[in-house]
């Protein structure tokens, strides 16, 4: 009997007649989007407040602030090494220009050598890391004047600027 209900749950959930499956798909699919869309926000608003502390300790210096926020804003090593995302994303925040892929590679360069020497083309590893930092909400590509493709970190401020412009 146990046998029987198994094999009609799976027909169940095989058969794409069924309702209940299609509702369950589009539940799941909704919260997927809302919370992709949550974790741009949340990334935004880090790189927002990341952004603030860095220009206060840059007027006041890093002596304003403790060993662990240093270490969160990631202007003191933890020890470890930042992943490469990491540091693209935080290449990104730090600059408040658009930054072409070359830029990001040579900031990358200067800051931590070796995470660039693990890859076979930065170039290339650093361009996908910022074309999925747009997919995630969290910057936007530009084009600059010389008609080249650079990319910036979206703050709290550009987002709102933007919904009140598009409400307008």
């Not at 069924?18 to 949550?38: K, S, W, Y």
């Not at 003191?76 to 090494?81: A, D, E, I, P």
């Not at 693990?118 to 930092?133: E, F, G, I, Y």
Request: net charge positive; aromatic share 2%; charged share 25%.
């Amino acid at each position: 009997m146990q046998i029987e209900q198994r094999s009609n749950a799976l027909g169940a959930i095989a058969n794409p007649g069924n309702g209940h499956v299609e509702e369950v798909v589009r539940q799941a699919h909704e919260e997927l989007r809302q919370l992709l869309q949550q974790r741009a926000e949340v990334m935004r608003r880090i790189g927002t407040i990341k952004q603030t502390i860095a220009g206060l300790a840059n007027l006041f210096g890093d002596a304003v602030l403790s060993d662990e926020l240093l270490e969160l804003i990631d202007r003191k090593s933890s020890g470890r090494q930042p992943g490469f995302t990491k540091s693209c994303r935080t290449v990104l925040m730090d600059s408040s220009q658009p930054l072409s892929a070359r830029d990001v590679c040579d900031r990358i360069q200067q800051k931590t050598p070796p995470m660039l020497a693990r890859h076979k083309d930065p170039m290339a590893s650093v361009t996908t890391v910022l074309n999925r930092l747009v997919a995630y909400g969290e910057a936007k590509a530009v084009v600059l004047d010389n008609g080249r493709r650079a990319w910036q970190w979206i703050t709290e401020a550009q987002t709102k600027a933007a919904g009140l412009q598009a409400s307008a």
